[in-house]
Structure formats: C-alpha cells, structure tokens
C-alpha cells in the first residue's frame, strides 16, 4: 500500500463514532491548544475510553501490516523463478566467451593454489628431490661471470654422480666459447642413463635439443617449455609432442624423461584414450594423466616454492664441500635461481625459477597429484540450483536474511571449491557467483515491481 497510515480522526469517522463536524472541531481546538486528538474528543465528550482504546488498537494493526512484507501468492513466486531461471540459463551460454570473466576464472584458481600452499604442507615426496642451483652464493664466489666453464659443469655432475643419485636432471643451456678438452669433459659426465639434459622449443616452433658433440649415446633430453594461457601465466606442462611431419616420431617433455629415469616407465606402454594418456612401468606401477586434446598437457599442481625444496648451492658441489648423504638415493634437478639469469616465470602459484617449475611439474608426475578438470554438465547444474535456491531466500526471507542467506551460499562453493581442489578437482570458479547474484538482482527487481506482480496476478 502506497498510501499513509490512517489517523484517529478517520478511524473515529469511518466507525460513525464521530461525525466529520465533530473531527473538524477538534481539529480547530488542537491547532489552537495543541494536544492529541483523541483526548480532544474525550474532553468534548464524543467519545468515550472504551472507543478509542478500540480506534487506537485499529490504527496499531493497519501501521503493522503496511510495514510487514506483503506475500506473495503461489503462482508469481514460480513465475518469477521460471524467470529466473531462464536468465540463468542464457547466462551460462554465454559466459565462457567474456573474457575478463576468464581472467577473473584465472585469478581465483591461482588464490586457490596459494591458499593450498599456505594451508598444506607439500606431499613427503618433495623429500626425494634435491635442488642444486646456481644460487646468489654461487654467483657471488665464483670467480668468473655466467656463463661458466663447462668443465665446471663437468665437475658438479661429477662429483653428484659419486653420491649415486636416483637420476640428475640438468635444466641448462650450453652457450658461449669453449675449448675442446672442457667438451671432453662435459661429454663424459653426460654419458650415464641417469642423465637428463633439456631442449626447447623456439618461438616458431624449432626444437632446439643440446650440442650433438656433447652427447654420448647413453644420455637423453626432454622438451623444457612450457605452455603459456592467453594471459602469459603458465599453468600447464607438456607430456610429449609429436612429429608433424612424421606422426611416430615425438619427444617426451623433460620432467616425463626424469619420470622414465626414475620410475623406468615403458616408453612402449604410453597411450592416449578420452583425453587420458595412461602408461606403466616394469613393476606395475600406473599412471592416469587427464590432458587437453590438443596440447597434450596436464594442469600442473603446484605445490611448492624454492624454499620447500632441499637446495644446495651449485659452488658447494663444484667445491666438494657438501653432504654426499643428502643426495645419495635422490633425485637431483640442477638449475639457476637468481633473477639475473633471465629465468623467471609467472606462474599460477606466483613468478617461480625455471628449474623450481620444472620440479612442480615432475613432482605431480612422480606422486599422481593430477588435477581433474569437474564435467561442464555438473557446474551446470550446480548454477541452475544456486539460482533456486537464491530465489527462494529473496521470496521467502526478509531483504537483509536473504542478502545474508545468498552471501553465506556463495562463500560455501568458495570454501566447497578449495575441497575440491585438495583432492585434485577443478572447475569454473566465476560462473557460479555472478548468475546467482544477477539472477537475485532480477528477482529482487521483480518482487518489488508491483504493474509485473499485478499482470501476472491476473493472468
């Protein structure tokens, strides 16, 4: 009702306690003397206590049901919802092509990653790993400026190779002047199967592998770069890569050559069904890696910063001077970790070392820590009910318990998301929020719309 609550005067009238004579007397009186006008009519003698005890009860109950909300009958509240949910509906359409709802997609997924990390100590698997880096004590000590001989090189897998490591993967790039006798060196010290040297890929599209001279038969490398999204920031790796030219022919990314290393995978077992690349190693042991069709990449899942890891500085190993027992049985990733090599990347868990991301993708590997990306039919599903249930609350609750009602549902799929997460699910994190909050837009509009509530009342 839009109009205002009616006065004793008009109570006392409509009831024909009071003619409009009587009230319009009264009136004169309290403009003059002031007063309340019903004890006017109580001093006239209009009325008695019993009358306006009753007109004064009257008022109280039509001031209370103008301020309640008014019910909505049946049928609009399933009009409103169907409408609802029809906005819903078109929404989910079209949603995945904006953009900057991506981005804000790629946001959220990263904050998950972060919060997992801050909350969840790494898997006991990280203790298998050991990191020697090129480190800023490396750089400070040495007496030259990078790059550095490759006889020193020679020397670090050397003296790694004394301590009988699992395997020593070598994320380097071998460029600059050298002599034959350091190729020498560097060549012997890469001629083991426990060696795993990287290649890239060029910006348009060459496979750039290791020096043919400094590679003996016995050693291997892998496809080091990694797939960047639309917005630069890497999230997943390679698995393998295969010929263009010649479909037999491919090549394994490095940390799936460090896996083979480590694991002795069956290179003959690989194979690729539903988006799902499954092999096996010579004791049995399986692996199940949901892929992108086209990429032949797997989310990474993050796990770890440079801190987590077991780090030994590059110039104590070329020195002798570390704990043989902290690499004996391990597997060893050797890299640069300083800035001002130019090695940095921006990832979803933050700008990591090369060879600290690289060790993010071998350990998913290594310990089956997959992220699974959850059927679009399921988040649909799951929007169309957070729409209803949105619905409901604005129809049926107070304005500000159902603001509070449908905040506390979105922060649930929040809370519900990062679960999820932890046992290695993924989905749309934006999709969910933004329908549920323009649909309550919608259904708040329309239930305070009184020409809509009136037209779908008659029909």
Not at 52 to 59: I, M
Not at 142 to 149: C, E, N, R, V
Not at 173 to 195: H, M, R, T
Not at 313 to 342: D, E, R, T, W
Request: hydrophobic share 45%.
């Amino acid at each position: 009702m839009d109009k205002k609550y009616k006065k004793i005067g008009e109570i006392l009238v409509e009831k024909g306690i009071i003619t409009r004579k009587q009230l319009s007397a009264a009136l004169k009186i309290q403009k003059k003397e002031g007063g309340l006008i019903g004890q006017i009519h109580l001093k006239c003698g209009n009325i008695n206590e019993t009358a306006l005890a009753e007109a004064l009860n009257q008022q109280q109950h039509y001031i209370c049901t103008l301020k309640s909300k008014p019910l909505l009958p049946l049928k609009p509240k399933i009009l409103i919802i169907i409408t609802s949910l029809f906005l819903c509906i078109l929404a989910l359409t079209y949603l995945d092509y904006l953009p900057f709802l991506n981005n804000i997609d790629h946001r959220i997924y990263s904050g998950l990653l972060n919060l997992e990390h801050t909350l969840r100590k790494p898997p006991a698997a990280i203790k298998d790993i050991v990191i020697v880096g090129i480190d800023n004590h490396t750089v400070t000590n040495m007496p030259y400026h990078w790059p550095y001989p490759r006889s020193d090189i020679a020397t670090v897998i050397e003296n790694l190779k004394k301590a009988n490591p699992r395997a020593i993967g070598v994320d380097l790039a071998y460029f600059g002047k050298s002599s034959q006798e350091d190729d020498e060196l560097l060549k012997k010290a890469f001629n083991s199967d426990k060696i795993v040297l990287a290649a890239t890929i060029s910006e348009y599209g060459y496979l750039t592998t290791p020096d043919d001279s400094l590679i003996e038969s016995n050693a291997t490398y892998g496809i080091t770069t990694k797939l960047q999204d639309n917005d630069g920031i890497i999230r997943r790796n390679l698995v393998y890569l295969i010929n263009k030219k010649k479909k037999q022919e491919g090549f394994l990314s490095w940390e799936m050559q460090m896996l083979k290393a480590v694991k002795r995978i069956d290179i003959a077992s690989i194979a690729e069904e539903n988006n799902t690349i499954t092999f096996h190693n010579q004791t049995g042991e399986k692996w199940k890696i949901p892929v992108d069709p086209i990429g032949k990449s797997f989310l990474i899942h993050f796990r770890a910063h440079t801190q987590d890891f077991q780090n030994i500085s590059f110039y104590h190993v070329l020195k002798g001077n570390y704990n043989i027992h902290l690499i004996k049985n391990k597997i060893v990733l050797i890299g640069v970790l300083p800035a001002l090599f130019q090695d940095i990347h921006n990832t979803a868990l933050g700008f990591l070392p090369g060879v600290i991301l690289n060790a993010n993708a071998f350990l998913a590997l290594y310990t089956h820590d997959f992220l699974i990306r959850i059927p679009k039919i399921v988040k649909r599903i799951l929007v169309i009910c957070g729409v209803i249930l949105a619905s409901i609350f604005l129809l049926c609750l107070s304005t500000p318990l159902a603001v509070l009602a449908i905040f506390l549902e979105i922060f649930i799929f929040f809370i519900s998301s990062y679960l999820l997460l932890t046992f290695g699910y993924t989905w749309n994190y934006t999709a969910f929020p933004c329908i549920v909050i323009i649909c309550s837009f919608l259904v708040r509009t329309l239930t305070m719309n009184r020409k809509f509530l009136d037209l779908i009342t008659k029909t």
